[in-house]
């Protein structure tokens, strides 16, 4: 590959170039030179209107069907879903069949031929077969390339074995990444629990079955004290508050929000798209709001995009009986940008969605200088995109933007 990125706004946070208009030349997979203007023939030129480069997005809590569930997603769609959206890097959850729970596992994963390039970072069960009654193997798994621990978007109930699986985890030197959801107050909840359900007649999620878990596990991870804990896919203001009071003390302690959470409400779902019947619940525009203000005061550390594919048969149904889930990599970033640029800087979106990740999970910082290896996203903040689908290479289409115009979009990804 040979080719120039042509006037760049570079956001790279503690780069020389950072927020600077470049030229960036590869080739070879190599960063050759960045300057002002760069005048080469025989190259090929990516330009636009307002481009932007960054390094690759990077996610945490990925679903891929495969293992097990490849009709829905396979590794190949995954990662070509991922390089479409941005995404360089992908921290993936165990919830496959079979569960991901061995070294075998891991390796099956990570070293897999149809990943495109994309990195693939296992994320190891929490308890066995995800059950929630026995410890998993974590040396184990963290000897084969497991990164994190986790039983993925299933809350642990059971606090004796989240305690034992933290100070574990400790010992193998890997986080835990939890979700927290109280699921004896959440049972049979559709929606965030508010006046739009009652006026939808729904049954509702309240707040206080997500909070009471982030409380209890502040707890733990401060009694276990070389611990470290994730507090993955939060939604609601009092969490956020409790996770800002704890992160005084807790220098261990992370949280990530999913990007439909920080762009949707529960006012959203009038018309019962079951697109947005997600995990965790979307709440209400004060939730919102104090997501966004999370994510300005660093007590939240991350973006997801909670990519969840699922197949017609179980999505595309009445509210009440559609399986919780949305695809996210390739709709993710656009999707921000659009929403969100207004009252986050574009230079702290990206952050949250490539340094942050790759922090909570400690995974190297990939460099935007000369002689570095290219690992960028190259995006357009003013390039109307109306080329549907959106979403063109996850083998499921649940996502809710089929009637949605981006007035940004990823231009290219380039990974070596």
């Not at 929490?126 to 994190?148: F, P, R, T």
């Amino acid at each position: 590959m040979d080719v120039v990125i042509k006037k760049a706004t570079i956001i790279h946070q503690g780069s020389d170039f950072h927020l600077q208009v470049r030229d960036i030349h590869i080739a070879d997979g190599i960063i050759k030179s960045i300057a002002e203007n760069i005048d080469l023939m025989g190259v090929r030129l990516i330009e636009g209107n307002q481009l932007h480069c960054c390094i690759g997005l990077c996610d945490i809590g990925t679903h891929s069907g495969e293992p097990g569930y490849e009709h829905r997603e396979s590794v190949d769609s995954l990662t070509k879903a991922a390089l479409a959206g941005g995404y360089t890097s992908l921290a993936i959850f165990p919830n496959n069949k079979p569960v991901t729970q061995t070294k075998a596992d891991i390796r099956y994963l990570a070293e897999h031929s149809q990943r495109n390039g994309v990195d693939i970072h296992p994320i190891g069960a929490l308890s066995k077969d995800i059950k929630g009654v026995d410890i998993a193997e974590y040396i184990d798994m963290v000897s084969g390339g497991a990164i994190a621990i986790s039983d993925g978007m299933k809350s642990v109930s059971d606090t004796g074995l989240l305690g034992r699986a933290l100070h574990y985890a400790s010992t193998a030197g890997a986080p835990i990444i939890h979700h927290p959801d109280d699921s004896y107050l959440s049972a049979g909840g559709e929606m965030h629990e508010g006046e739009m359900s009652t006026s939808l007649g729904m049954k509702g999620v309240p707040y206080i079955a997500e909070l009471h878990i982030v409380e209890r596990d502040i707890l733990l991870n401060e009694y276990y004290k070389d611990s470290a804990l994730i507090e993955h896919g939060i939604s609601s203001a009092r969490s956020v508050d409790a996770i800002r009071k704890a992160k005084v003390n807790q220098s261990r302690l992370y949280a990530t929000v999913p990007y439909m959470n920080l762009i949707f409400t529960d006012k959203d779902l009038w018309d019962f798209d079951s697109n947005l019947k997600v995990t965790p619940v979307l709440r209400s525009e004060q939730d919102r709001i104090a997501l966004i203000e999370g994510l300005k005061d660093n007590s939240i550390d991350a973006i997801i995009s909670n990519h969840t594919p699922l197949d017609e048969e179980t999505k595309n149904l009445e509210f009440p009986y559609a399986l919780p889930g949305a695809t996210g990599l390739e709709t993710c970033l656009m999707a921000c940008l659009d929403q969100l640029k207004n009252v986050i800087s574009v230079s702290d979106l990206i952050y949250k969605l490539t340094f942050g990740p790759r922090l909570l999970l400690q995974l190297a910082i990939p460099e935007i200088r000369v002689g570095a290896p290219a690992n960028l996203c190259i995006f357009d903040l003013n390039s109307q995109y109306s080329d549907q689908p959106f979403v063109r290479h996850s083998l499921s289409n649940n996502h809710p933007f089929a009637e949605k115009q981006f007035t940004s979009r990823v231009v290219e990804t380039i990974k070596f």
